[in-house]
Every structure is written in C-alpha cells, then in structure tokens.
C-alpha cells in the first residue's frame, strides 16, 4: 500500500525510545517517552487516515524475510488497524498518568511501557503466526516488572500470578501452533484464515487455542489473576491492562479461533456461551460488593468482556461489530474509569471506598468526568458503551435468547454496582478532613481526562467512524463462519409493517429485531 | 595413515599445545600465569580454525574409528569456544593459586570431548570420554585448600568411575551380541528384531551417558559439583561437556542404534522417559535453592530435559534443534555463571547465595539486566531468543508424532519459569539488601557478558537462518 513501511516504523520509534529511557535520567526519560507515543499516536491517525475502507483486507502490508524459517510480515485489517489506533491512543495518556505518581526508577518504567507500546502494536499487527506469538508472549515481562516493581502492597503475589497464569495458557496455544503449522505447511496468517483444518483436528486446536485467549481475555473462571493484577498495579499499568491488554484475548478469538476453527467454534458456542452468562452475572454481583475502587472496576471489565465473547460467538453481524465496538469502548472508559481511581489514589493514597464521600463538592470538575465515565460503562445512551451493548445484545438474542438474557441482567446489575460507587464516592456529606483537603484536578490531569472523554461521547453519537473500517472484516468473519453456523433459538420471523408504520419498521430492522 | 593424520588437525593441535602448556608450566614454574594462559588459547582458537578449515570434508579415519564431517564440527566449535573462555575467565577467580595445569587440562578435556563429538567406534568413544572424564575430576578439585572443591572432585569422580563401569559393560554387550564396535556395524545388527542382548546393552550405554549429560535419574553429582566446584569450573562443566556427551548420545543413538525400526522403538521410550524426569525434576528441584550455582544446576538437568526432547523425535529435524539448543543454552548459561563470577562481598568472596541479590537493579542496573535476559531465557520467554530452541524442539516432537511429550514438556515448562522470575523478583522487586554487593568484573567479562546478553535479546532471531543452515549440514550427516 504505502510506500513508508508505517507500521516497522510504529515499532520502531518506541523501540529507540525505550533504550534511550533506560540511559536517561528521570526527567529527560518522561519526555522522550511522551515524545515517542505521541509520534506513534500521529503514525497512528495517519494510518487510520490512509485505511482504505472497502479496499484490499490486508493494508500496509510489510513482509521481509528475516528469520528463516518465519517471517517479519506486518499487515492490518479494519479490525487490527483500529485496537492499533485505541493503543497509540491511550499510551502517551498512560504516561502522562504516571509523570508524577512514578518516582522510582523513572527511566525503567517508561522503558517498560515503551516496550509495552512495541508489543502491543505488534500483536495486533503481526500476520505471522510466530511472529504473533511472540508479541503475544512478549507482553509477559514488561507487565510483570510493572507490576512486581512499582506496584502496591501485595504487588509480588500479583505479579507472579499474572505471569504463571497467562503464560500456562499460551504454552498450550504454542503446540497447537506448531501443529497448525504442520498441517498447513505455513506460517502465513492470511493463508491460515482460509485453511480448512480436518473438523476433530480443529477441536484439538479451539481447545489449546481456548486455553491461551481464556486467560488473557479473562474469561470465568480464569479471571482471578485479573483482579489482583489491577488492584496491584500502578494506575497506568491498570490502564493499559485494561485498555488494551484483554483486548488481545478477544482479538485472538476472532482473528484465529473463529475464522481458522469454524467447525470447532459452532461446535463449542455453548461453552462460550455459559462461561459468559456466568461471568457476566457473577462478576457483577463480585463488583456489588467491592470495599475497593479497582477490583470493582476489574470485576466490571470481566463482566464487560463477557459480553464480548458472547457478542463474538453470536457468529452474526450486529453480535460481532458490537462486541468490537465493546473492546473500543471499554479500551477507553475502563483505562478512564482507572485514571478516575489513580487520580483520587494520588491524593488520598487509599483505595477504600469507604474512606471517599461528597467529593463532588470540592472536586467539581473531577465529579463531572467521573460521572460521564460511569455513565458510558453502564452504557447510557449517547456514549461509547450503549452502542457496543446494544449492537452485540442484539446480536446474541439472535443466536440465543438465553445468553441475551442473562447478558441484560448483567448490564443492569453493572448500572446497579457503577451507580452505588460513585454515590459513596461523588456524593453524600462531605465530611473527612482530608477528603475535603484535596484539590480539584490540574491541568495535566485536565489533558488526559479531555481526550478520553472526547472518543467516549464520538464514539456514542457517531459510532460509524470506528464501525466502518471494521465492516468489511466483521462480513468475511461472518461468511467464513456461515456454513457452520447452528441455528440460533430464537425464532424470528420477519413482521409485516402497515405501509403507515414503515419507518417504524426500518427502526426495528436496524435495531435487530427483524 | 599419513593422509588420516592431515585429517585430524584440530585433535593434533590440542595434543601438541596441550603438551607444550604442561612443559611451560613445569619449568616456568607458576610465576608466568600469563603465558601458559596465553598458550592454551592460541591452542584452542587455532584448533578452531582447523575445524573451520575442515568444514565440508567428510571422511572417516583410522580404519573408521572416527569421523570428520560437519557435525562433529559444529560441536566440536562450541566445545573450542566454551573452553575458551573457561581459561579466559579463570586467572582473575583464582588470584595467586591459579597455576598451569588448570589451562592444560581444560585443552586436553576439549580434546577429548572433540573425540566424543566425532567417534564413530565404541571404543573411541569409550578413550575420548575418559580423557574428558579425568581432566574434569581434577578440575573439580583443583581449589585443593577448599573443601567444598575437595568434597566435589571426589563425588564426581566416584559418581564417574561408577558411570563409566555401566557405560563399559552396555558397550561390552553391545560388542558381544553384535560382535563389533564399529558404529555401522553395531547398527547392522540392530535391523530387523532387537535382541534381548542388544536391548541390555542399549539400556546400560544410555544410562552410562546420562550421567554424562546429568539427566534424571542420573544427575544426583550435578547439584554438589556444580556447588563445590570453582566457579570457571562450573561454568566449564555446565558448557562444553554437555555439549559433547550430547552431541555423543545423539551420534550413539542415530548412528549406531538407528533412527527406524524396532531400534528405534527401543531407545525412543527411554529418552522420553528420561527427558520428562529430567524436565520435571530440574524445575521442581530448582524451586527451594539459594545457591545460585546449585539453583544453575538444576536448570541445567531441565534444559537437558528439553534437548532430549529433540533426541526422542529421532529425526534429523529433531537432531538440527538438539544442536540449536545446545549452542544457545551455551551462550546463555556462560552469561549466567560469569553473572555470578562478577559479584563479590565486602571481604571479597564471592556471593553466592540468591538473596543477597535483592534489590541488585538498582545498585549494578547493567548486571541485574543482563541476568534478567538470561533467566527469561532460560524460561524461554519470547521475544528473548531462548525461546527459539524450544520453539525448535517441540516443533519436532509434534512433526513426529510425540505430541503428547510436547505437551507435558511445555506444561512442565511453566513450573520452571517460576523459579527464574522468583530470582528477577529478588533483583528487581526487593529491597536493597544490607551487605553491599561490589561488581568486581574485569573488562572482558563485562563485553562477554553484554554480547551474550545482547545475542539472546531480539538480536539473535536474526542469525536463525544461518543457525538453521549450520545446524541442517550438521545434522544431515547422521541421516
């Protein structure tokens, strides 16, 4: 496409920064580390920019043979091109969120997030099958020295946790790797995505693969590393865990697991389907009771990515760009949610809800962001979140009513937990002196919470934006998918609109119910 | 004869010079540690060349007792390499006792794993595998005013006289029922049914060379040698020896025993067997340790698992990522014990013991990374480049039908990565600890450390093709 190899550049640039940050002492390490992201956000609008919708699936396409017996072989589609974009996006945000929270080892940190830049382009970009792999994997040692290094009380637990988990479930993806690898006799991921792979092989292969996105997504059961990770973490470390990291699990289902195991996904849609009612209630009822801010904020991202692995496995249309949508939309207002909580952490030190209350009287301006934040992770309409809700409910309620069910309850129970944190924390008397000693938010705090708060709401009025690029991609998912697809349960039968009620007709048929 | 001898350079080279480092040594007494040092590894890097010289040659000498061909020469260079900087490392470790005979018997050692690389008789093997055995026993012991060293050499040396009797009797076995120990002809008559004899002497060569590479159930020396034993020692036992009783085992097992049939049955299940002990027993073993040495003992008992992994495929595709493996794990572990020559305590000894690295990040950043890559390595976490020869290895374990074994090495590999991320929590997460830790590196180690750390970064994905290329000639010798 390009003549500038944009997306080895994206790579690059943070690369150079983050040893450049490891020399550095703190002060000239925050800016070149700000310097780098924001350069890679400006390649990442000039890719957004220059995507060509409706053009070829693979765009910016690199490939260079390095190594042999794999390739150095970049490429995004819609899909790809926008969770690039939310990482660019959110990465200099991360690290104005820690310009003044991270004291220590100023140079290490910002390498590390540097590093985390690289990764996470990387994965998303990769078109490779090793290549991905070892991006995917790669993420592993700069969150665990996040973590372990600059993060709370019990940040070593967290810390090894995180690392044993995840990395238990990507060993297992890796055989069926090789095995894939076996079979089709190429790495080469576009090609994978239309290999038919024997059906009882691609069981084998869901499963190993199942194992690896489960946990990164997280998935119940195998979310417990996720809450002791956020809670543990540094503010921007939760926010990119949040923002981007799950990301990767669910990205994982729909670039591999669904187009390269058709058969297998058709045949396994009910595990997916009752692990996600399950955490999709559970974890919602776990956040109810929360006594700290992050690990109700963590339980709420469970929930929300519940819903997009059900939304995923819907195997329609509305169901997958939903669940995309969700990814965006929750990249943003949970890596929000988690400024929220660092910014009133940076003044209190304390994450006990119990220990906030009536902030909205000194803390104004910081009440409003707060509240529009919650507002878009309960998905009101008008923000990023009822778009993603509503698309992918519709979509599940087309393959099961059940599964939409018990997603609906979830989303009110998220209203009901998000609703009643911030009324301990926003409202009520403002009684505690040292509630009442803290300023309303500064400037820099101003910078991070604006752009936020801006894609929140853009995304809400005019999702087509963020939709369009992914359309096409979302169509060939589905088509690939279409032969094995079961017939959902609930019956729907097309109504016959009134000439009179026409466009109340259009309504319902764009809204899902047919 | 005389055309066999101009074949034959590298093992000639190391004779002389081994010889000539003795006599220095004998009549210039101690003083001149320079010299002899010097000698010794002009030795070894002009046997290199001549191994380099030779590549491409394939022959078989002294009536088909051993053999000149590619693969012997890949081992043979990591071996010459190893071994290299074992006597570049030492005098520094040593101080005042450092004397002549520990260059000599490091060369002569390197001789003999060069003829382990590349015999192709039993009883080749059975000389080269001695020589290298009694250099090591003396090198094991060569503190003798140190106990530990003392306790070391003899554990090694009565644990290695017992291994080389059962190594013995597996090769008269093979010998009696096959009526030869010419490799070829030790193969001939492994075709068709396997004789109980045969089985027998299969089963007692393997165990005989387990010892040698320290797979479970015959590593027990490894921990208390590896502890005892002075730290280039260490180093030089966990390098080139393995390289070379691997690189043995394999030629033993494909060459002589044969990658089809029935043979192949028979030692295959063994391997598997022995590699998933080994795997599991040097990453749970690992766990508890606060030496760092035995700590590094224990991950060498693991990777031999992961190399014998590649063995148990039994094809030459399994054999390229058993040779892979070898040289990165080379490269890593000499990274890791010149990490642990580099740091000493107040009084000067070295530290030894893991939690005194607490908090090491912050007072040598250099070093604590380093480390790090060389522990993520060793875990085989990408993007470091350790990952590749596990890649490797499993890759052909699954071609060949072991998935089952792919499996339960890569769960298995998890519980290993525990203990090496608990050492980078100890250097990057804890808090400084109170004794002060002083790196007291010489220039030179700083550069081998910071290039092997740098190699198994990202940097060494690059060299794969090359690797592959190596690696693929050398392994299609035996096929």
């Known amino acids: ?514 | 004869m005389t055309a066999d001898l101009a074949l034959i350079w590298p093992e000639l080279i190391l004779t002389i010079g081994g010889l000539i480092t003795l006599m220095i040594g004998a009549f210039a007494g101690d003083r001149r540690v320079g010299l002899y040092q010097a000698v010794a590894l002009l030795v070894l890097a002009g046997a290199a060349v001549a191994v380099v010289a030779l590549f491409g040659t394939e022959a078989s000498v002294f009536s088909g007792t051993l053999a000149v061909d590619g693969f012997g020469g890949f081992a043979k260079l990591i071996i010459y390499a190893a071994s290299f900087v074992c006597i570049a490392i030492a005098p520094r470790y040593f101080g005042d006792t450092m004397r002549a005979e520990y260059s000599a018997l490091i060369v002569f050692a390197a001789l003999g794993m060069g003829i382990m690389a590349s015999s192709r008789d039993l009883m080749t093997l059975y000389v080269g595998l001695e020589l290298n055995s009694l250099a090591s026993y003396v090198l094991a012991s060569f503190m003798r005013g140190d106990d530990r060293s003392s306790e070391a050499g003899l554990k090694y040396f009565v644990l290695g006289a017992l291994a080389s009797g059962i190594l013995l009797f597996g090769i008269s076995l093979l010998y009696g029922f096959s009526g030869t120990t010419d490799f070829a002809g030790v193969a001939a008559a492994m075709t068709g049914e396997v004789d109980i004899g045969l089985l027998f002497g299969i089963v007692f060569v393997i165990a005989g060379l387990a010892f040698k590479i320290s797979a479970v159930p015959f590593h027990m020396w490894t921990p208390d040698v590896y502890e005892g034993a002075p730290t280039p020692v260490t180093t030089f036992f966990a390098s080139a020896p393995k390289v070379a009783a691997m690189a043995l085992l394999v030629r033993v097992l494909i060459d002589a025993m044969g990658a089809e049939g029935p043979a192949l049955a028979a030692w295959q299940q063994i391997i598997i067997f022995l590699s998933l002990a080994s795997i599991i027993l040097g990453a749970v073993g690992a766990i508890g340790q606060k030496n760092i040495k035995r700590l590094l003992a224990y991950s060498s008992i693991n990777n031999v698992g992961f190399m014998l992994i590649g063995l148990a495929a039994g094809t030459q595709q399994g054999v390229e990522a058993v040779l892979t493996y070898l040289l990165v794990y080379v490269v890593t572990t000499i990274g890791a014990f010149l990490f642990v020559m580099q740091l000493r305590d107040a009084d000067g000894r070295m530290v030894e013991s893991i939690p005194a690295y607490a908090g090491l990040s912050k007072r040598q950043p250099g070093l604590a990374a380093a480390m790090a890559v060389f522990l993520f390595s060793l875990a085989a976490i990408p993007p470091l480049f350790g990952f590749w020869p596990k890649y490797l290895v499993f890759e052909a374990a699954v071609n060949a039908g072991l998935v089952p074994l792919a499996f339960a090495g890569v769960v298995v590999s998890v519980i290993g990565a525990f203990y090496y991320i608990a050492i980078v929590k100890t250097m990057y997460f804890d808090d400084e600890a109170e004794a002060a830790i002083r790196n007291d590196g010489s220039r030179v180690e700083g550069a081998v450390i910071a290039v092997s750390a740098l190699w198994l970064s990202v940097i060494g994905y690059l060299f794969i093709p090359m690797l592959a290329v190596a690696a693929a000639s050398a392994a299609s010798v035996l096929f």
């Open chain 1, 1 to 514: 496409m390009s003549e500038l190899p944009i997306l080895s550049l994206m790579l690059a640039i943070p690369t150079v920064a983050a040893i450049l940050c490891l020399l550095l002492e703190a002060k000239p390490a925050r800016q070149v580390a700000l310097a780098a992201t924001l350069a890679d956000l400006a390649l990442g609008i000039a890719l957004w920019a220059n995507f060509d919708i409706g053009g070829a699936q693979w765009q910016f396409v690199e490939r260079a043979d390095l190594f042999g017996r794999f390739q150095w072989a970049l490429g995004v589609d819609g899909v790809a091109m926008m969770l690039i974009v939310l990482s660019t996006f959110l990465m200099p945000l991360c690290i104005l969120a820690s310009w003044e929270s991270i004291k220590q080892r100023v140079g290490l940190y910002m390498a590390m997030f540097l590093i985390m830049e690289v990764i996470m382009i990387g994965v998303f970009a990769a078109q490779d099958l090793l290549l991905f792999y070892i991006f995917f994997e790669g993420v592993l040692i700069p969150m665990y020295l996040i973590i372990g290094i600059w993060g709370g009380q019990n940040r070593i637990y967290a810390a090894f946790k995180f690392f044993l988990y995840t990395l238990l479930g990507s060993v297992l993806m890796l055989v069926a790797m090789i095995a894939m690898i076996r079979e089709a006799g190429t790495t080469e991921i576009p090609v994978l995505l239309n290999y038919d792979f024997p059906p009882e092989m691609q069981t084998w292969l869901w499963l190993a693969f199942f194992a690896s996105m489960a946990v990164k997504m997280p998935m119940w059961p195998v979310h417990t590393w996720l809450p002791d990770a956020h809670v543990q973490a540094p503010t921007a470390g939760s926010m990119i865990l949040a923002g981007v990291l799950l990301k990767m699990g669910s990205y994982g289902f729909l670039r591999f697991m669904m187009p390269m195991f058709p058969d297998a996904s058709a045949q396994f849609m009910w595990l997916v389907f009752a692990l996600s009612m399950i955490a999709v209630v559970y974890t919602s009822l776990v956040a109810l009771v929360q006594s700290d801010m992050k690990k109700l904020i963590a339980y709420s991202s469970v929930a929300h990515m519940a819903i997009v692995t059900a939304g995923l496995y819907a195997f329609n249309q509305r169901g997958i760009e939903g669940a995309l949508i969700i990814m965006l939309s929750h990249g943003v207002v949970s890596a929000a949610l988690f400024f929220c909580v660092g910014v009133i952490y940076d003044r209190l030190h304390t994450r006990e809800i119990s220990r906030y209350g009536g902030l909205a009287v000194n803390m104004p301006a910081y009440s409003l962001f707060f509240m529009l934040f919650t507002m878009a992770s309960i998905g009101l309409p008008g923000t990023s979140g009822f778009v993603g809700e509503f698309l992918s409910l519709a979509g599940i309620y087309e393959a099961s009513s059940w599964a939409a069910l018990a997603c609906t309850t979830g989303i009110i129970l998220g209203a009901a937990y998000m609703l009643y944190l911030y009324r301990r924390i926003v409202f009520g008397e403002l009684t505690k002196d040292d509630v009442k000693a803290m300023p309303d938010i500064k400037p820099r705090e101003w910078a991070i919470f604006v752009p936020l708060a801006a894609v929140a709401l853009w995304m809400g009025i005019y999702p087509e934006s963020f939709l369009a690029p992914m359309r096409g991609d979302v169509t060939t998912v589905v088509a690939r998918l279409a032969p094995a697809k079961p017939a959902g349960d609930a019956q729907l039968a097309a109504g016959k609109p009134k000439a009179a009620n026409a466009a109340h007709g259009d309504a319902h048929h764009a809204g899902g119910v047919q």
